[in-house]
């Protein structure tokens, strides 16, 4: 059975940084993509980095301020987030793919307040 487990959001001031952790047991996080969404309130779900074998990818609105990141040593991946801004204020929500199965996988989420 796959679980994701988040961990790491909180309340933080703008310019600030967090470091969101996704702790996986029943799939491998090095060998499937392994992705961070956000769901702000009254939006939809919003894919915001991903990390697969050869390389990540960014939502615009992140570029050069997050990094996606992974301990295959620990099964777990992070998520960096530098110069917070109010409207990075969501859930964040861990998420697997397998590459063998297709099936995705999601965690129960974290939650990231930005004030102004």
């Known amino acids: 059975q796959v679980q994701l487990v988040e961990s790491g959001g909180g309340f933080v001031q703008a310019g600030g940084s967090l470091r969101l952790s996704c702790a996986a047991s029943?799939?491998?996080?090095?060998?499937?993509?392994m992705n961070w969404y956000r769901q702000a309130p009254g939006k939809s779900r919003e894919l915001v980095a991903t990390?697969?074998?050869?390389?990540?990818d960014y939502v615009d609105s992140v570029k050069g301020r997050f990094a996606i990141s992974r301990d295959n040593t620990k099964n777990t991946v992070y998520l960096q987030m530098n110069s917070l801004k109010p409207d990075d204020t969501a859930v964040y929500y861990c998420?697997?793919?397998?590459?063998?199965?297709?099936?995705?996988?999601w965690g129960q989420g974290t939650q990231v307040i930005v004030s102004s």
């Open positions: 990390i697969t074998s050869g390389r990540t």
């Open positions: 998420n697997a793919r397998s590459t063998l199965s297709g099936r995705t996988h």
């Open positions: 029943g799939i491998s996080t090095g060998a499937n993509a």
